[in-house]
């Protein structure tokens, strides 16, 4: 059989199919939640995360359905929890987790891992927001306490 004969008589639907699938595999892969976000929502202002989310890490992107930016939530060596706000004190900008640090695109504020400037323009720390463990869930309050 020759080439033009091999590619008419059905090489290309396999091609097809291969293609088809790899690109629909690609497709849905792009669709996952990445590694290390917690997609959720609130009731009441408050949001439950199980403890077991912090089994394999101790940061975790917090993404809630109806709020203005996600939050960072690290648990703490002591086995508690914190959550920051990655809303930049400036200007309002989201803020980007850099190592253990967040860092503003729009004018280059820098805060550590526990919400303080360590460089300006910002003059206010992230917000923290209360976050306490009831029966192996994290209980996070939406609004701001400090
Ligand atoms: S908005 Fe973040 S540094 Fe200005």
Same mark, same amino acid.
């Given at each position: 059989?020759?080439?033009?004969?091999?590619? *008419? *008589?059905?090489?290309?639907?396999?091609?097809?199919?291969?293609?088809?699938?790899?690109?629909?595999?690609?497709?849905?892969?792009?669709?996952?939640?990445?590694?290390? $976000?917690?997609?959720?929502?609130?009731?009441?202002?408050?949001?439950?995360? &199980?403890? *077991?989310?912090?089994?394999?890490?101790?940061?975790?992107? $917090?993404? $809630? /359905? /109806?709020?203005?930016?996600?939050?960072?939530?690290?648990? /703490?060596?002591?086995?508690?929890?914190?959550?920051?706000?990655?809303?930049?004190?400036?200007?309002?900008? &989201?803020?980007?987790?850099?190592?253990? /640090?967040?860092?503003?695109?729009?004018?280059?504020?820098?805060?550590?891992?526990?919400?303080? $400037?360590?460089?300006? &323009?910002?003059?206010?720390?992230?917000?923290?927001?209360?976050?306490?463990?009831?029966?192996?869930?994290?209980?996070?309050?939406?609004?701001?306490?400090?």
């Amino acid at each position: 059989m020759d080439r033009k004969e091999f590619i *008419k *008589k059905g090489s290309c639907g396999i091609c097809i199919a291969l293609s088809s699938g790899f690109l629909l595999s690609a497709l849905l892969d792009s669709c996952k939640t990445p590694l290390g $976000v917690v997609k959720t929502s609130s009731k009441e202002d408050i949001v439950l995360i &199980p403890v *077991k989310e912090f089994e394999q890490s101790d940061y975790k992107l $917090v993404r $809630v /359905n /109806n709020y203005d930016y996600d939050l960072a939530v690290q648990k /703490n060596a002591n086995g508690t929890y914190t959550t920051l706000v990655l809303l930049c004190s400036h200007a309002g900008q &989201p803020l980007t987790r850099t190592g253990k /640090n967040y860092y503003c695109a729009l004018h280059g504020s820098q805060f550590d891992h526990e919400g303080h $400037v360590t460089k300006g &323009p910002a003059e206010r720390d992230m917000i923290k927001l209360t976050t306490q463990i009831i029966n192996d869930q994290i209980s996070i309050q939406l609004k701001k306490t400090s």
